[in-house]
């Protein structure tokens, strides 16, 4: 049996699911991220040069693929990157290219817990996060070690990287570098290919929506998709329906218009009529679920933006929901690395405890003084105490070392899960590294959740093992 790797937040019946839905970038078509990241850096540096007046030099900064981390939310104001937990207390923080020192992070933010609602924090959390959250921070640093540059404050900076990368999107400059080197940034996978034709003689019907135009999506479709087919012609044989520039999440909620599109060349025409198979522009879900006469629950989609593809979607319209992590693989076998020094780091705990549990009854009895202590052993259990959590926290250093050298994992913040974590199995029903391992299981499989016991339920099941 392959080991499976589509993980389960909420039970889903593949064989209960009708149309199967498909953001196409990172999530169908697969890119190499870092060569994709480096493009985008380079970008953003060119856009704040020619747009906003940024001195030529910041075109010079080179990027770091390995400086970020999905899902670090920027603090526009202070200049700062951070990492937080379920709770948005923040666990892990950078100013510029350096990590925040203990006693300056405790001055700069007096409560742990930060309010994600307020307009001083941006929540990075797609792919992009990478050449985003390294371009502002290498800003940042710039701005610190030189007063005299003509950089602007720290929030302008975090909307000028922004703009200049959704700018860098929607001008086209992005896919024209993608359309002159495709092997460069697109991944090609027969494998997922196979699958979807597997999907279809299942009877699955199966969807892209996707916020890319027309023209880009016949491009990476006819580049990656096409060449492996056997029992169809084309991509538009394939796929039931496709909808270019859907404008996620607003086609979740909003009721705009479709229009059909002549695959053959791109031209458009309006249409009153019901949706049929066929490629669309724009448009919204109300009137996709109406006209194929579905409820939300008979669609899986699946996307890789926690915002633009899956919460919304949740929240608007109770599709199922898919998501792609494509930085998921890397972190399971770096948690195989990690699981002998995990398992030190408990046998230690076990030690520790009936130590601290010796500690805790001498210092009662020394506090309310029922009887003379033992001094000597006090001190004595304090020192092994120290020296076993000098060890642990080498340990803990020694496995953080695995992940990302700033960031650490991307799933956990210290014991908790982190708040990309969090927001995933929220919104997500279920997730996997790449739509492959998906496709290749039965289209009539059970995903069923595993049961989450609650503390009070560890701990009875502790006393009573
Ligand atoms: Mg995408």
């Known amino acids: 049996m392959p080991r499976n790797k589509v993980f389960v937040n909420r039970t889903l019946n593949l064989k209960r699911i009708k149309y199967i839905g498909l953001d196409m970038d990172h999530t169908l078509i697969r890119y190499n991220t870092e060569n994709f990241e480096r493009l985008s850096h380079t970008k953003i540096m060119e856009k704040l040069v020619s747009r906003k007046n940024y001195p030529e030099s910041v075109k010079k900064l080179q990027f770091d693929f390995q400086f970020a981390l999905r899902g670090l939310v920027v603090d526009r104001k202070k200049g700062n990157l951070l990492k937080l937990n379920r709770y948005t207390a923040i666990r892990n923080s950078f100013h510029g290219l350096k990590p925040l020192d203990f006693k300056t992070h405790q001055k700069v933010y007096k409560s742990t817990y930060i309010d994600l609602s307020k307009n001083d924090y941006l929540a990075i959390d797609t792919s992009f996060s990478y050449s985003l959250a390294h371009a502002y921070s290498q800003l940042v640093e710039l701005k610190d070690s030189d007063p005299q540059s003509k950089l602007p404050d720290y929030a302008q900076m975090a909307d000028d990287v922004l703009d200049a990368l959704d700018e860098a999107h929607r001008d086209g400059s992005l896919k024209e570098e993608v359309r002159k080197n495709l092997s460069h940034y697109i991944i090609k996978d027969e494998s997922v290919v196979r699958g979807l034709e597997k999907f279809r003689k299942h009877g699955k019907k199966i969807f892209v929506l996707t916020n890319s135009d027309f023209h880009y999506s016949k491009l990476l479709l006819d580049y990656a998709v096409t060449p492996f087919l056997k029992d169809y012609k084309s991509w538009v044989d394939l796929f039931e329906i496709v909808i270019t520039f859907a404008q996620k999440p607003k086609f979740f909620y909003d009721d705009l218009k479709f229009l059909k599109v002549n695959p053959e060349d791109g031209t458009m025409s309006n249409m009153d009529e019901k949706l049929s198979p066929g490629v669309y522009q724009s448009g919204g879900a109300r009137k996709f679920t109406a006209d194929l006469g579905l409820d939300g629950d008979d669609i899986l989609y699946i996307g890789d933006h926690i915002y633009g593809d899956i919460l919304r979607l949740k929240k608007d319209c109770n599709w199922r929901t898919a998501m792609i992590i494509e930085e998921l693989d890397e972190e399971l076998q770096k948690n195989v690395e ?127 093992v």
């Open 338 to 464: 990690a699981e002998p020094i995990m398992n030190e780091i408990e046998s230690l705990m076990h030690q520790k405890e009936p130590l601290e549990e010796e500690l805790t009854e001498l210092m009662t009895k020394k506090i309310e003084k029922e009887s003379p202590v033992d001094e000597k052993r006090i001190d004595q259990l304090q020192d092994d105490i120290t020296a076993i959590d000098t060890q642990i926290s080498q340990l803990i250093k020694k496995q953080q070392a695995l992940y990302n050298p700033n960031w650490g994992q991307l799933m956990r913040a210290g014991n908790e899960e982190s708040y990309f974590a969090y927001q995933m199995e929220r919104y997500a029903c279920v997730y996997m590294s790449k739509i492959g391992d998906l496709f290749e299981l039965s289209p009539r499989t059970y995903f069923r959740a595993p049961r989450r016991p609650l503390s009070h339920e560890v701990e009875m099941r502790s006393l009573t």
